[in-house]
């Protein structure tokens, strides 16, 4: 709803890894392997010899397809590298290390071939709603595990080989994001109209007992999954706990632009809060036994329903934070924290921020609040309607450029407009229509800053930095 899934990166409605290694595949014979794009000054490559544009074959005779391999593999403390030189000649380089000590190799992107594409067709799927026009990176549907384990993008399974299956338990890259949406194999075929979704679910088993962490979400469309079905769900994957980690419900996205597409109802008061009623008696019975709960119902639900949010401590360490659930009660309380600690004095500031439908009412709540507070602050909170996707779009991560400026037309901005930390590309520069900070900037003739992600940078924002 603030952060996370709200916002966009060109392709995907979105873990880390830890340093930005990429890859670039080449073939080597018929073997896959990855071009070696630089060398670290002073590095353990520097000194053993390779070289640019050399190609990694293998580390201790294992083939490196990606960073998946690499960084698997990498961690021995003797190395064996096969490599191929840009001639096409041969060599070796044996290498003694630390264990988790760096070598030095640099890679030119992430995954060794295109990036794969989702081959479901899901009744929900928010990029068919996307109105035509926009760059065509949006229209991209990513179903890659390997952006799972590195980004922490959900995946389906049904692109997963039998052999990929094996890599990950081999490797034991965990946790794994599941996209569930039901436990209902035959429903799930119907939901993603792919013939192997209902299969795909056994993977889930398999992760399980190998000890894989899996965090899952359930993109929940009123009278298909929900009721019953929700029911089962949440029963059939709480039996693979505590590998199941987590369980986010979600509510399905409808945008104005549905034409051709599976008929959706949206979520309204009363359908909203039958599945936090839900949820709430399975969280009921399953932390009689088992201690603490693991299902959650996303904020938007809760704002649907009009119900008050849960509090910090029902969200046991935010799991689903990207996944909208827990975000509202996280913002208030880092914001009341920061502003507990934060010096009473007086300012001379006037500020705008822009927010979307769904998170107005608590920004508005947080800005009277540092009002309040910090003398001669002075915060006007405008409430964008999404006039690009539809007025059911309410979250702030999918407000646009020109929506910001038809919202504030006539508007005094007073010294800097803030807009919310999760409407701009992951490059940091541009709207989902394209405009860019620098035009938006000039359109309205004032300074626009982003927000940060949290509570306390939202004060700082607010305040300039006292």
């Known amino acids: 709803m603030l952060r996370g899934n709200t916002s966009y990166s060109d392709g995907v409605y979105h873990s880390s890894c830890a340093k930005h290694i990429s890859f670039t595949s080449v073939q080597a014979g018929e073997i896959m392997a990855v071009k070696i794009s630089g060398i670290e000054k002073n590095s353990i490559a520097a000194k053993k010899k390779i070289e640019k544009d050399d190609v990694l074959i293998s580390i201790n005779g294992n083939e490196i397809n990606d960073v998946l391999d690499y960084r698997f593999y990498i961690n021995d403390t003797k190395l064996l590298l096969s490599l191929k030189t840009a001639d096409g000649k041969s060599k070796l380089a044996m290498i003694r290390k630390d264990e988790f000590e760096d070598i030095g190799l640099e890679f030119e992107t992430y995954l060794m071939d295109k990036q794969r594409s ?3 067709k899901c009744i929900f799927c928010f990029i068919d709603q996307l109105p035509k026009g926009l760059r065509k990176s949006l229209y991209f549907k990513d179903d890659d595990s390997r952006l799972s384990f590195l980004f922490g993008n959900y995946i389906t399974l049904t692109n997963l080989t039998d052999d990929e299956v094996q890599r990950i338990i081999k490797m034991h890259i965990s946790p794994v994001n599941v996209s569930v949406h039901t436990m209902n194999p035959g429903l799930r075929v119907k ?13 889930l088993k398999a992760f399980a007992d190998a000890g894989i962490i899996l965090n899952t979400q359930l993109v929940l469309c009123p009278g298909i999954n929900d009721g019953k079905e929700l029911e089962f769900s949440l029963n059939e994957l709480s039996k ?5 980690q987590s369980i986010a419900a979600v509510p399905v996205g409808l945008s104005d632009h549905r034409e051709g597409l599976y008929e959706l109802k949206p979520y309204n008061e009363q359908t909203a809060g039958e599945v936090i009623d839900t949820i709430d008696r399975f969280n009921e019975k399953f932390k009689k036994e088992n201690g603490t709960v693991i299902a959650y119902a996303a904020d938007e639900f809760y704002i649907k329903a009009n119900r008050p949010m849960p509090d910090e401590d029902y969200y046991n360490g935010y799991p689903q934070l990207d996944n909208g659930v827990g975000m509202w009660t996280l913002l208030k309380t880092e914001f009341k924290q920061a502003l507990e600690e934060c010096e009473e004095r007086a300012v001379d500031r006037r500020v705008t921020v822009v927010t979307g439908v769904a998170a107005y009412p608590l920004i508005s709540e947080l800005a009277k609040k540092a009002e309040n507070k910090i003398k001669g602050l002075s915060v006007n909170v405008v409430e964008v309607k999404n006039k ?17 400026v038809s919202a504030l037309k006539n508007t005094d901005l007073g010294e800097e407009l803030i807009i919310p930390p999760n409407c701009l590309r992951s490059e940091g520069d541009m709207f989902l229509d394209d405009m860019t900070v620098d035009e938006l900037s000039e359109k309205l003739n004032v300074k626009v800053t982003q927000n940060g992600t949290g509570g306390e940078d939202l004060l700082r924002a607010l305040t300039g930095g006292i």
């Open 118 to 120: 989702c081959k479901n």
């Open 191 to 203: 939901m993603m109209a792919n013939p192997k979704a209902g299969d795909a679910l056994n993977r």
């Open 240 to 244: 693979l706990y505590p590998a199941v």
């Open 388 to 404: 690009l996707l539809g007025s059911m779009i309410t979250v702030s991560g999918l407000i646009c450029g020109a929506d910001i």
